[in-house]
């Protein structure tokens, strides 16, 4: 496993995949969920920066383990235009460092890779190696643009010292 670039574990680039009980080790970009319906159930996914990203998927992501190594943001969405049907769903999941030396709030939910980025997590436990804002904004080479005005970036019935019950307020740009 690196430690500083990309690792990419999985590479899932077509509709109606599932995927159960699978470990995903990487640092960098390490699963990329890219197209179509995709459903990840009751596994362990590692990483440190936009360690989950893809641009055409819906996915669900429900009962996983996910770890993180170093500072950065969990998710990374590049849906790019509004007619897009795509999500990440994080569903009755645990965030938590790998170890006891990963620091407090260094970590993100994610960030926008494209303008209309759409990411949720619900019902799952954040630990206090998220961020008290949650999300963070990417900037990107052309004008240092934000890409934030159009992201769905939501949380609901998440808890733990990194939810918003405890950390609050979160990113102006999130909900």
Same mark, same amino acid.
């Given at each position: ?101 990963? !620091? ?7 960030? !926008?890779?494209? !303008? ?60």
């Amino acid at each position: 496993m690196s430690t500083n670039g990309q690792n990419l574990a999985l590479s899932a680039h077509t509709t109606n995949q599932g995927y159960y009980g699978v470990q995903l080790w990487g640092y960098q970009d390490t699963l990329l969920a890219n197209t179509g319906n995709q459903l990840y159930a009751k596994s362990l996914i590692v990483g440190a920066i936009d360690f989950i990203f893809g641009q055409t998927a819906t996915a669900w992501l429900d009962n996983i383990d996910i770890r993180t190594i170093a500072a950065g943001s969990i998710t990374a969405s590049g849906r790019a235009a509004a007619t897009n049907p795509f999500w990440y769903v994080i569903n009755n999941s645990t965030v938590d460092g790998i170890n006891s030396t990963i !620091p407090a709030g260094d970590n993100f939910l994610g960030r !926008p890779w494209e !303008p209309f980025a759409r990411v949720v997590f619900q019902c799952t436990y954040l630990s206090d190696v998220i961020a008290p804002a949650g999300w963070r904004v990417r900037s990107t080479a052309v004008g240092g643009a934000t890409n934030i005005q159009n992201v769905t970036f939501a949380e609901y019935a998440n808890y733990g010292p990194g939810s918003i019950l405890d950390e609050g307020p979160r990113a102006n740009f999130s909900e």
